[in-house]
Protein backbone atom coordinates (compact mmCIF):
# COMPACT_ATOMS: atom_id res chain seq x y z
CA UNK A 1 0.00 0.00 0.00
CA UNK A 2 2.63 2.25 1.20
CA UNK A 3 4.73 1.69 -2.56
CA UNK A 4 1.41 2.84 -4.38
CA UNK A 5 0.80 5.92 -2.35
CA UNK A 6 4.31 7.01 -2.46
CA UNK A 7 3.62 5.99 -6.75
CA UNK A 8 0.83 8.36 -6.88
CA UNK A 9 2.66 11.12 -5.08
CA UNK A 10 5.59 11.18 -7.01
CA UNK A 11 3.69 10.57 -10.44
CA UNK A 12 4.48 14.31 -11.85
CA UNK A 13 7.86 14.36 -11.00
CA UNK A 14 8.71 10.97 -13.62
CA UNK A 15 9.04 10.68 -17.03
CA UNK A 16 6.24 9.27 -18.51
CA UNK A 17 8.44 6.02 -19.76
CA UNK A 18 9.51 5.75 -15.90
CA UNK A 19 5.71 6.22 -14.73
CA UNK A 20 4.21 3.64 -16.75
CA UNK A 21 7.11 1.29 -16.25
CA UNK A 22 6.10 1.56 -12.32
CA UNK A 23 2.48 1.52 -12.22
CA UNK A 24 2.82 -1.61 -14.37
CA UNK A 25 5.09 -3.34 -11.75
CA UNK A 26 2.35 -2.18 -9.08
CA UNK A 27 0.11 -3.70 -11.04
CA UNK A 28 1.93 -6.81 -11.61
CA UNK A 29 2.66 -7.38 -8.06
CA UNK A 30 -0.89 -7.01 -7.13
CA UNK A 31 -1.87 -9.48 -9.32
CA UNK A 32 0.67 -11.90 -8.15
CA UNK A 33 -1.41 -11.60 -4.45
CA UNK A 34 -3.52 -14.66 -3.87
CA UNK A 35 -7.48 -14.39 -3.74
CA UNK A 36 -7.22 -14.75 0.42
CA UNK A 37 -4.06 -11.53 0.56
CA UNK A 38 -6.26 -9.95 -1.49
CA UNK A 39 -9.18 -10.39 0.79
CA UNK A 40 -7.13 -9.68 3.52
CA UNK A 41 -5.68 -6.54 2.42
CA UNK A 42 -9.10 -5.06 1.66
CA UNK A 43 -10.32 -5.92 4.47
CA UNK A 44 -7.84 -4.33 6.71
CA UNK A 45 -8.23 -0.89 4.58
CA UNK A 46 -11.60 -1.08 5.30
CA UNK A 47 -10.81 -1.29 8.93
CA UNK A 48 -12.23 -5.22 9.82
CA UNK A 49 -11.06 -6.83 12.83
CA UNK A 50 -9.43 -10.23 11.34
CA UNK A 51 -10.71 -13.20 13.27
CA UNK A 52 -10.05 -17.29 12.68
CA UNK A 53 -13.36 -19.05 14.32
CA UNK A 54 -13.42 -22.76 15.44
CA UNK A 55 -16.39 -24.80 13.86
CA UNK A 56 -16.42 -28.46 13.77
CA UNK A 57 -13.06 -29.14 13.40
CA UNK A 58 -12.15 -26.46 10.79
CA UNK A 59 -10.94 -23.21 11.38
CA UNK A 60 -12.72 -20.37 9.62
CA UNK A 61 -11.59 -16.81 8.71
CA UNK A 62 -14.49 -13.87 9.61
CA UNK A 63 -13.52 -10.32 9.74
CA UNK A 64 -15.78 -8.17 12.35
CA UNK A 65 -16.89 -4.66 11.98
CA UNK A 66 -18.27 -3.21 15.43
CA UNK A 67 -19.96 -0.18 13.50
CA UNK A 68 -21.11 3.15 14.16
CA UNK A 69 -24.41 2.03 16.17
CA UNK A 70 -22.52 0.85 19.26
CA UNK A 71 -25.75 0.13 20.91
CA UNK A 72 -27.50 -2.20 18.22
CA UNK A 73 -28.35 -5.27 19.96
CA UNK A 74 -28.41 -7.04 16.03
CA UNK A 75 -25.80 -8.39 14.01
CA UNK A 76 -25.77 -8.51 10.38
CA UNK A 77 -23.94 -11.42 9.16
CA UNK A 78 -22.32 -11.46 5.49
CA UNK A 79 -22.29 -14.70 4.03
CA UNK A 80 -20.33 -14.95 0.62
CA UNK A 81 -21.12 -16.87 -2.95
CA UNK A 82 -19.19 -20.04 -3.90
CA UNK A 83 -16.27 -18.16 -4.66
CA UNK A 84 -14.35 -20.39 -7.39
CA UNK A 85 -14.99 -24.18 -7.07
CA UNK A 86 -14.03 -24.84 -10.60
CA UNK A 87 -11.91 -23.05 -12.84
CA UNK A 88 -13.43 -25.55 -15.76
CA UNK A 89 -15.59 -27.50 -16.86
CA UNK A 90 -13.47 -30.36 -16.40
CA UNK A 91 -11.24 -29.11 -13.43
CA UNK A 92 -11.58 -28.12 -9.90
CA UNK A 93 -9.62 -25.09 -8.24
CA UNK A 94 -7.42 -25.73 -5.72
CA UNK A 95 -8.83 -22.90 -3.96
CA UNK A 96 -12.50 -21.65 -4.12
CA UNK A 97 -11.37 -18.38 -2.14
CA UNK A 98 -13.95 -15.62 -3.78
CA UNK A 99 -12.10 -13.38 -6.47
CA UNK A 100 -14.78 -10.86 -6.04
CA UNK A 101 -15.96 -10.72 -2.69
CA UNK A 102 -19.54 -8.82 -2.83
CA UNK A 103 -20.52 -8.99 0.38
CA UNK A 104 -16.62 -7.47 2.01
CA UNK A 105 -17.35 -4.46 -0.11
CA UNK A 106 -21.44 -4.41 1.10
CA UNK A 107 -20.32 -4.77 5.07
CA UNK A 108 -18.13 -1.94 4.23
CA UNK A 109 -21.24 0.27 3.81
CA UNK A 110 -22.92 -1.18 7.21
CA UNK A 111 -23.03 0.91 9.89
CA UNK A 112 -24.00 -1.77 12.45
CA UNK A 113 -22.12 -4.54 13.98
CA UNK A 114 -21.23 -6.80 11.29
CA UNK A 115 -19.59 -10.05 11.09
CA UNK A 116 -18.10 -11.24 7.76
CA UNK A 117 -18.24 -14.87 8.02
CA UNK A 118 -15.98 -17.43 6.06
CA UNK A 119 -16.78 -21.36 4.49
CA UNK A 120 -14.72 -24.08 5.68
CA UNK A 121 -11.29 -24.15 3.10
CA UNK A 122 -12.29 -21.14 1.80
CA UNK A 123 -9.31 -18.10 2.45
CA UNK A 124 -6.34 -19.37 2.43
CA UNK A 125 -7.15 -23.13 4.21
CA UNK A 126 -8.34 -25.47 1.66
CA UNK A 127 -5.21 -27.93 2.32
CA UNK A 128 -6.55 -27.76 6.36
CA UNK A 129 -7.19 -31.24 7.74
CA UNK A 130 -10.64 -32.78 7.21
CA UNK A 131 -10.84 -30.53 3.81
CA UNK A 132 -11.41 -31.70 0.65
CA UNK A 133 -12.53 -30.49 -3.00
CA UNK A 134 -15.85 -32.19 -2.01
CA UNK A 135 -16.52 -29.11 -0.03
CA UNK A 136 -16.81 -26.60 -2.25
CA UNK A 137 -17.93 -28.68 -5.24
CA UNK A 138 -21.16 -30.70 -4.65
CA UNK A 139 -21.12 -30.48 -1.32
CA UNK A 140 -20.70 -26.67 -1.01
CA UNK A 141 -23.87 -26.36 0.97
CA UNK A 142 -23.57 -30.45 2.81
CA UNK A 143 -24.28 -30.73 6.36
CA UNK A 144 -20.70 -30.40 7.36
CA UNK A 145 -20.69 -27.04 5.85
CA UNK A 146 -23.62 -25.39 7.52
CA UNK A 147 -23.31 -27.37 10.93
CA UNK A 148 -19.43 -25.38 10.89
CA UNK A 149 -20.15 -21.93 9.86
CA UNK A 150 -23.50 -22.46 12.74
CA UNK A 151 -20.91 -23.81 15.51
CA UNK A 152 -18.29 -20.80 14.31
CA UNK A 153 -20.94 -18.09 14.63
CA UNK A 154 -22.40 -19.69 18.16
CA UNK A 155 -18.88 -19.47 19.18
CA UNK A 156 -19.11 -15.77 18.19
CA UNK A 157 -22.50 -14.43 19.83
CA UNK A 158 -21.48 -14.88 23.90
CA UNK A 159 -18.50 -12.20 23.13
CA UNK A 160 -20.97 -9.29 22.02
CA UNK A 161 -24.26 -8.67 23.56
CA UNK A 162 -26.64 -10.19 20.09
CA UNK A 163 -30.20 -10.50 20.71
CA UNK A 164 -31.39 -10.64 16.85
CA UNK A 165 -29.89 -11.86 13.84
CA UNK A 166 -29.90 -10.78 10.28
CA UNK A 167 -28.38 -12.98 7.66
CA UNK A 168 -27.09 -11.67 4.04
CA UNK A 169 -26.37 -14.16 1.71
CA UNK A 170 -25.41 -13.49 -2.12
CA UNK A 171 -25.77 -16.36 -5.02
CA UNK A 172 -24.51 -19.46 -2.88
CA UNK A 173 -24.17 -17.32 0.59
CA UNK A 174 -27.65 -16.88 -0.13
CA UNK A 175 -28.59 -20.44 0.02
CA UNK A 176 -26.47 -20.98 3.24
CA UNK A 177 -28.86 -18.28 4.96
CA UNK A 178 -31.38 -19.69 4.48
CA UNK A 179 -30.21 -23.42 5.55
CA UNK A 180 -28.30 -21.38 8.89
CA UNK A 181 -31.39 -19.89 9.76
CA UNK A 182 -33.24 -22.71 11.31
CA UNK A 183 -29.75 -23.16 13.70
CA UNK A 184 -30.46 -19.85 15.42
CA UNK A 185 -33.60 -18.83 17.26
CA UNK A 186 -32.60 -14.95 17.37
CA UNK A 187 -32.92 -14.93 13.34
CA UNK A 188 -35.32 -12.02 12.85
CA UNK A 189 -34.67 -11.78 8.86
CA UNK A 190 -32.81 -13.73 6.08
CA UNK A 191 -31.65 -11.19 2.97
CA UNK A 192 -30.26 -12.34 -0.49
CA UNK A 193 -29.26 -11.60 -3.47
CA UNK A 194 -29.54 -13.30 -5.91
CA UNK A 195 -29.68 -16.68 -4.15
CA UNK A 196 -29.60 -20.07 -5.67
CA UNK A 197 -32.62 -21.12 -3.93
CA UNK A 198 -33.21 -24.36 -5.36
CA UNK A 199 -30.46 -26.23 -6.44
CA UNK A 200 -31.50 -29.06 -8.41
CA UNK A 201 -33.48 -26.32 -10.82
CA UNK A 202 -30.47 -24.23 -10.83
CA UNK A 203 -27.90 -27.40 -12.06
CA UNK A 204 -30.79 -28.55 -14.60
CA UNK A 205 -31.22 -25.11 -16.03
CA UNK A 206 -27.37 -24.44 -16.51
CA UNK A 207 -26.78 -28.69 -17.01
CA UNK A 208 -24.28 -28.59 -14.15
CA UNK A 209 -23.81 -32.26 -12.85
CA UNK A 210 -26.21 -32.27 -9.46
CA UNK A 211 -24.48 -31.07 -5.99
CA UNK A 212 -24.98 -34.68 -4.27
CA UNK A 213 -24.29 -34.18 -0.61
CA UNK A 214 -25.88 -31.26 -0.44
CA UNK A 215 -28.80 -29.35 1.60
CA UNK A 216 -31.38 -28.12 -0.87
CA UNK A 217 -32.37 -24.41 0.73
CA UNK A 218 -35.91 -25.04 -1.20
CA UNK A 219 -36.73 -27.78 1.29
CA UNK A 220 -35.79 -25.65 4.42
CA UNK A 221 -38.53 -23.64 5.93
CA UNK A 222 -38.42 -21.28 9.02
CA UNK A 223 -41.34 -20.11 10.57
CA UNK A 224 -41.92 -16.18 12.17
CA UNK A 225 -38.73 -15.11 9.65
CA UNK A 226 -38.94 -12.40 7.09
CA UNK A 227 -37.12 -13.24 3.69
CA UNK A 228 -36.33 -10.22 1.66
CA UNK A 229 -35.11 -11.55 -1.77
CA UNK A 230 -33.31 -9.58 -4.56
CA UNK A 231 -32.72 -10.59 -8.16
CA UNK A 232 -31.00 -9.03 -11.13
CA UNK A 233 -33.41 -8.63 -13.83
CA UNK A 234 -30.19 -9.24 -16.22
CA UNK A 235 -28.63 -11.77 -14.12
CA UNK A 236 -27.60 -15.14 -16.09
CA UNK A 237 -25.91 -17.37 -13.74
CA UNK A 238 -29.49 -17.07 -10.79
CA UNK A 239 -32.12 -15.74 -13.90
CA UNK A 240 -34.72 -14.27 -12.21
CA UNK A 241 -37.71 -15.64 -14.62
CA UNK A 242 -36.68 -19.10 -13.11
CA UNK A 243 -36.41 -18.29 -9.53
CA UNK A 244 -38.31 -15.18 -9.07
CA UNK A 245 -41.83 -17.69 -9.25
CA UNK A 246 -39.71 -20.41 -6.37
CA UNK A 247 -38.58 -17.02 -4.10
CA UNK A 248 -42.19 -16.27 -4.37
CA UNK A 249 -43.38 -19.63 -2.82
CA UNK A 250 -41.24 -19.20 0.22
CA UNK A 251 -43.32 -18.67 3.02
CA UNK A 252 -43.32 -14.90 4.71
CA UNK A 253 -41.21 -13.90 1.86
CA UNK A 254 -40.86 -10.54 -0.15
CA UNK A 255 -39.12 -10.24 -3.65
CA UNK A 256 -38.00 -7.58 -5.63
CA UNK A 257 -36.50 -7.60 -9.11
CA UNK A 258 -33.86 -5.21 -9.97
CA UNK A 259 -33.28 -3.53 -13.18
CA UNK A 260 -30.99 -3.47 -15.51
CA UNK A 261 -28.93 -5.50 -12.28
CA UNK A 262 -27.19 -8.98 -13.01
CA UNK A 263 -25.22 -11.23 -10.75
CA UNK A 264 -22.37 -8.97 -8.91
CA UNK A 265 -23.72 -5.70 -10.61
CA UNK A 266 -24.68 -2.83 -8.48
CA UNK A 267 -25.85 -4.20 -5.40
CA UNK A 268 -24.04 -1.10 -3.56
CA UNK A 269 -25.99 0.88 -5.59
CA UNK A 270 -29.17 -0.42 -3.58
CA UNK A 271 -27.69 -1.18 -0.32
CA UNK A 272 -28.11 1.37 1.90
CA UNK A 273 -31.66 1.52 0.97
CA UNK A 274 -32.32 -2.54 2.02
CA UNK A 275 -29.91 -1.63 5.45
CA UNK A 276 -32.66 1.33 6.29
CA UNK A 277 -35.35 -1.31 5.48
CA UNK A 278 -33.99 -4.00 7.34
CA UNK A 279 -33.02 -1.43 9.84
CA UNK A 280 -36.78 -0.57 10.15
CA UNK A 281 -38.39 -3.93 10.04
CA UNK A 282 -40.80 -4.85 12.71
CA UNK A 283 -40.46 -8.69 11.51
CA UNK A 284 -44.02 -9.62 11.18
CA UNK A 285 -45.30 -7.11 8.55
CA UNK A 286 -42.90 -5.18 6.35
CA UNK A 287 -42.55 -4.89 2.93
CA UNK A 288 -39.17 -5.15 0.39
CA UNK A 289 -38.52 -1.27 -0.57
CA UNK A 290 -39.56 0.13 -3.79
CA UNK A 291 -37.11 0.43 -5.93
Not at 109 to 132: E, K, N, T, V
Not at 178 to 191: C, G, N, R, W
Amino acid sequence: MTMTINLVADIRARPAAVVRTLLLSTLLLASCATPTQRIDEAAARFGFESLRLEGNGFELAAFFKPGKKDTSTTLHVYLEGDGTPWISHRTISDDPTPRDPVMLRLMNLDDGPALYLGRPCYYGHAADRGCSPALWTHRRYGPEVVDSLAAALRSFLPKHAVERLVLFGHSGGGALAILLAPHFPETSAIVTLAANLDIDVWTGYHGYSPLLGSLNPVRTRRDGVLELHYLGENDRTIPSSVFEPIAKQRPHARVVVVPNFDHRCCWQEIWTDVLRQTDGIRFKSASAPKL
